[in-house]
């Protein structure tokens, strides 16, 4: 069969069946991109004589005779609209985004056709990271990035002329001739005991190369979350268990020639289970007489209470509750919760692993390529599972497409590896957009219950919280959401009493992990709520209570537990994020509401810590070659984040040389000693440093006259932490037929310290207001009753498309972070956090009802009904509609 791709012929025989997306990829087009293989997400995308074709749903064969391009292929106006409007993050997308905007040509409304023509035209493609803004000013034809720039400057990203043309490689953009393919049979069960496996039928498959099952695992329990120090989080994980504890999960692994003879080999496995009961509620889960998930673990498990099923649990209090509450005159109590919702970033979990020269234990090395975050971190635990010299281990990430936590887990890699090493193959494993639903992990559901009390005069006398997290079926980060979602959440809030009752429960659901903003928005949406109907009860503005009781300069940073030393407020800019956005609302900016709409409006603030407690540590190294080019070099992954722009930026100068001509070397443990990983908003101000820092000893090495080639090492520990802040504001407006929530307007304010690259920073909130906008309304990862995940596709799970996000208006405070890297604090988290509290409080505000649970989708509104007297107009009071205690006490 013969086609023409991107002006070039292609001689092909495809399969039967086969799509067109994997016959461009396989005859080396890696243009095209896999994002869920149903057409629902545009990475795929190609121009099929000249129609924008989901080549992921097309059979090939129905290309025969066609002139098919890619974004490699198409004329340069869109691509370079794309490089000018600084049109994405990650770039996953952007290859399927500039191919369907090169054919709305067959559709010129599109461009300027109206508010719906547009959305209508772009539905079919998904952005996981940029807000769309940045995608919209591509079509618009606005310049937003220049190519090179000092700090302060809106620099382009390194690989932007690659990423717009699709030639920037991602972790399978690779030669993957030899390469054996990696299947997984999951459990059908929630719960259950394999009592016998026969893989001979599967075994005896031409080409099937192995069969793995709980008799090849390591025998070394781990966790999948990684950290810096890897006893933060429980052993409570195998490569291949015998116990299956949800569905979804590995029963047995299949080796093939082929991706597609693994699976069907998959199916061909005979599998006897001791079926379990199982539990999908935390609260059963905890109480006497559940079934136990890990109840045989011991004290090396790290496993707080395996009796009662709990991950982690923190209790404290600080000052007196009692009285604080006692001696109160208005006190609200209530319960909030929040949903299972999925990182859907467009690049699944993927990973090559090869064995070099034969592998370790033969002088040989194990090397591995995967779309991860973390690669050293990922590095120490394969050595650590595996028996392996750290040193004959290397783990690398090209360009990530997406993360937002969800590959800071060690999902893939183990079972990659495992193959590798049983097979002595290279071993490719990419996970389906489905199993991205059931075999990784998701946000952590959240119950929320807060007590807040406050004075005459509004201030805090008294604030408590009882929080309930579902940690899924394994304990995974979720320690550390849980403690994360607690602590700042306090310490943003001056009250002589505060109490903490915290607990992460195992359920026999799909594991829960790392997600941006870590907890805080879930703890956030409901504390958040509960301060704004304390407002109503006191007869204060909102936004002026929170004034009257957030942290000041010079003020402790006190938790339930005391006195926080780590953290420190040595700049300040939230009170610059209260101004702002509370003029942005009272502007008359925005969309009017619709005719007989209910409308309100609320704000939420968050604050969060520059890096994670603990330390989280970063090394780098500047060199000069003798023709005088620029090399750094830092472990720092980029998917999204912006950090390999910001990280020239910085080496740049302090050089004194233009960014573009640095050259940037990331994410490859082979090249540095260590580094923690892209996680808890450290790109900046933990690689950013180390790289400030090396940067600065070769100024130094060059202003002494030494000769070139120079080169020098910097590093840091991430142990000084400072607070940064962010406030979110919204108008809504309801139906009150429907229960529809349409977002009026959308502001955001932050104090991220100096801006070292205000297009990058904008598009880093933009990204996170939006995919939390995607939480407040519409996302959820559902189950049925026997804990199975019932949309485990984009078309049924509903992540916010172009037509759904609205333009939001950015504000930077003026403040410079005396202890960050010139001058900046971290910000790529924390713009996520308050956006579904103030959208929660704004559509309360709407209808006088309190909305207690996300998502707000319309028939969860219409059911929580309309106050009596709620009209059309301004916001007004919120009544907790029988679900708690609002009101005065004397």
Request: glycine share 12%; aromatic share 4%.
């Amino acid at each position: 069969m013969l086609i023409t791709v991107d002006g070039r012929a292609l001689d092909a025989a495809p399969r039967p069946g086969q799509c067109l997306r994997t016959l461009l990829r396989e005859s080396g087009v890696h243009a095209v991109k896999k994002g869920c293989d149903t057409g629902d997400c545009g990475a795929c995308t190609v121009l099929l004589d000249g129609v924008p074709t989901h080549s992921c749903v097309l059979p090939a064969h129905r290309a025969e005779g066609a002139d098919v391009r890619t974004a490699a292929g198409v004329p340069d106006a869109v691509p370079e609209a794309f490089a000018r409007a600084a049109g994405f993050q990650c770039g996953y997308c952007t290859p399927g985004m500039v191919a369907t905007v090169t054919g709305l040509d067959r559709a010129p409304c599109a461009r300027d056709g109206g508010p719906t023509a547009r959305p209508a035209a772009m539905k079919g493609n998904l952005c996981r990271c940029t807000g769309y803004r940045a995608i919209t000013d591509a079509l618009d034809g606005v310049d937003n990035a220049r190519p090179s720039g000092r700090i302060g400057d809106p620099v382009a990203a390194p690989a932007t002329a690659r990423v717009v043309r699709g030639r920037e490689p991602y972790t399978l953009d690779t030669d993957l001739t030899g390469c054996a393919h990696l299947a997984v049979l999951g459990s059908p069960h929630a719960h259950a005991r394999i009592v016998s496996i026969d893989a001979r039928r599967a075994l005896a498959m031409e080409g099937v190369v192995a069969v793995l099952t709980h008799h090849d695992d390591p025998g070394v329990p781990f966790s999948a979350a990684r950290h810096q120090n890897r006893t933060d989080d429980p052993d409570d994980t195998r490569v291949l268990d015998r116990v299956l504890r949800h569905r979804g999960q590995r029963v047995a692994a299949v080796v093939a020639e082929t991706a597609a003879l693994a699976r069907r080999a998959c199916l061909e496995i005979d599998v006897t289970y001791e079926v379990l009961e199982p539990v999908f509620d935390p609260e059963v889960a905890r109480a006497p007489g559940a079934p136990l998930l890990h109840g045989d673990a011991g004290p090396d498990s790290r496993i707080d209470d395996p009796s009662r099923n709990v991950v982690a649990q923190f209790h404290a209090q600080h000052g007196d509750l009692a009285d604080g509450i006692a001696s109160a005159a208005h006190v609200v109590r209530g319960t909030w919760s929040t949903a299972r919702v999925q990182h859907a970033h467009l690049e699944t979990h993927s990973v090559i692993a090869r064995l070099v020269d034969g592998g370790p234990g033969r002088g040989g090395s194990l090397d591995v390529r995967s779309s991860t975050q973390v690669p050293f971190l990922v590095r120490d635990e394969l050595a650590h599972l595996f028996g392996l010299d750290r040193d004959a281990v290397r783990v690398h990430a090209a360009r990530v497409g997406g993360g937002f936590g969800g590959k800071q887990e060690m999902i893939c890699e183990d079972l990659a590896v495992l193959a590798a090493l049983r097979t002595g193959r290279d071993v490719v494993w990419e996970l389906s957009r489905e199993e991205q639903f059931t075999l990784a992990t998701v946000r952590h559901p959240f119950r929320v219950s807060v007590t807040a009390a406050c004075d005459d005069d509004g201030r805090l006398t008294a604030l408590a919280l009882d929080v309930l997290s579902d940690a899924g079926a394994y304990g995974n980060h979720s320690a550390g959401v849980m403690f994360h979602s607690i602590t700042e959440s306090m310490e943003l809030y001056r009250s002589p009493a505060k109490r903490v009752d915290a607990e992460s429960v195992y359920t026999t659901t799909v594991p829960s992990g790392a997600f941006r903003g870590y907890g805080l928005g879930e703890v956030g949406f409901a504390l958040e709520a509960a301060l704004d109907e304390l407002a109503d009860a006191a007869g204060l503005d909102p936004v002026e209570l929170r004034r009257r009781n957030v942290i000041r300069p010079g003020d402790p940073l006190v938790s339930a537990a005391g006195v926080d030393d780590e953290l420190s407020l040595s700049s300040y800019g939230l009170d610059q994020c209260l101004d702002h956005v509370e003029q942005a609302l009272d502007s008359g900016r925005g969309e009017p509401a619709p005719a007989g709409w209910l409308e309100g409006r609320g704000v939420a603030t968050t604050m969060i810590a520059t890096t994670p407690p603990g330390g989280h540590h970063g090394s780098a190294r500047v060199e000069v070659d003798a023709d005088g080019t620029v090399h750094a070099y830092v472990g720092t992954a980029e998917f999204g984040n912006g950090t390999a722009t910001v990280h020239t930026q910085i080496v740049a100068e302090v050089l004194g040389v233009p960014s573009a001509s640095v050259v940037l070397h990331a994410s490859d443990t082979s090249l540095l000693a260590h580094d923690t990983g892209a996680f808890g908003s450290a790109g900046t101000v933990v690689g950013g440093r180390a790289l400030h820092r090396a940067a600065t000893r070769v100024a130094a090495l060059l202003a002494a006259g030494a000769t070139l080639p120079v080169s020098a090492e910097g590093s840091t520990d991430g142990m000084a932490r400072q607070a940064a802040f962010t406030v979110q504001g919204v108008r809504v407006a309801v139906c009150p037929d429907t229960g529809t929530v349409r977002v009026l307007q959308s502001v955001h304010a932050v104090d991220a310290g100096r801006v070292l690259n205000p297009q990058q920073l904008r598009g880093q909130i933009e990204g996170g207001v939006a995919q939390a906008f995607g939480a407040a309304l519409y996302e959820q990862v559902l189950l049925d009753d026997d804990g199975a995940v019932t949309n485990p596709t984009f078309r049924h799970y509903h992540p916010p498309r172009l037509g759904d996000v609205p333009r939001t208006e950015v504000f930077f405070a003026d403040t410079v972070e005396v202890e960050g890297v010139l001058g900046a604090k971290s910000m790529s988290e924390a713009p996520y956090c308050p956006v579904a509290a103030a959208v929660g409080i704004a559509v309360a505000r709407a209808t006088g009802v309190r909305q207690e649970s996300l998502p707000l989708t319309p028939d969860r509104v219409w059911m929580r009904g309309v106050a009596p007297g709620a009209a059309p107009g301004a916001a007004r009071g919120v009544t907790a509609g029988g679900s708690g205690v609002v009101g005065a006490r004397r």
